[in-house]
């Protein structure tokens, strides 16, 4: 729900820290690693899995807004 409603609002760089955002990453790769070594369930593996995509997205999502705010914000300085 986080991700359609910053796509609604076009927000998410003011929300978010990029810090932030790579430390959540980091903590759920390192779920998805230690899943995989230690031959968790699938449903386990899996869910790790989910979890590294929505934050790749969520990363993503932060870097498109956070250049479209700035071309928003250099145009609206130029005029």
Known sequence: SQIYIACQNG?????LSLGFLLCWIAGDL?????????NQLPIQIVTAIFYVN????????FVYYKLKNQKMTKCKVFQ
Not at 30 to 38: A, M, R
Not at 54 to 61: A, K, L
């Open 11 to 15: 927000r998410v760089d003011q929300a």
């Open 30 to 38: 390192t779920n998805f690693v230690g899943c995989y070594l230690t």
């Open 54 to 61: 929505m934050d790749i997205i969520m990363i993503s999502q």
